[in-house]
């Protein structure tokens, strides 16, 4: 069994910077893809950012490029989520996903077949 647990959430006021962690354990996989979805309030989980796990190449929601970065450690089996410059309106609950299979695309919650608990996020203004 897969555990994914996500560490690094908290309250930032606007323009600080947190870094979340995602770590990875149990069964081992070779992963196709790791990736981060938050969901505020009333709405619906989104995308946020997307590591390929051979090729490196990585993939940001227009909402949070420039200012997030997603990484990874393979030795730890651990993907990391550097965010700066935030807002209010990132606000949310953070999830970590990760994949085995390529499903061709990689912003949908379907693509993706373990996910974590969930940390929070709290930007205030």
């Known amino acids: 069994q897969v555990q994914l647990v996500e560490s690094g959430g908290g309250l930032v006021q606007a323009g600080g910077s947190l870094r979340l962690s995602c770590a990875a354990s149990g069964r081992t996989f070779t992963w196709d893809a790791m990736a981060w979805f938050r969901q505020a309030p009333g709405k619906e989980r989104e995308f946020v950012a997307n590591?390929?796990?051979?090729?490196?190449?990585?993939y940001y929601a227009d909402s949070v490029k420039g200012r997030f970065t997603i990484s990874r450690d393979n030795a730890k089996n651990t993907v990391y989520l550097q965010m700066n410059s935030l807002k209010p309106e990132d606000t949310a609950v953070y999830y970590c996903?990760?994949?085995?299979?390529?499903?061709?695309?990689?912003?949908?919650?379907?693509?993706?077949?373990?996910w974590g608990q969930g940390t929070q996020v709290t930007v205030s203004s």
């Open positions: 590591l390929n796990w051979s090729g490196g190449s990585t």
């Open positions: 996903a990760a994949r085995i299979i390529n499903t061709g695309t990689y912003r949908r919650v379907d693509d993706y077949h373990y």
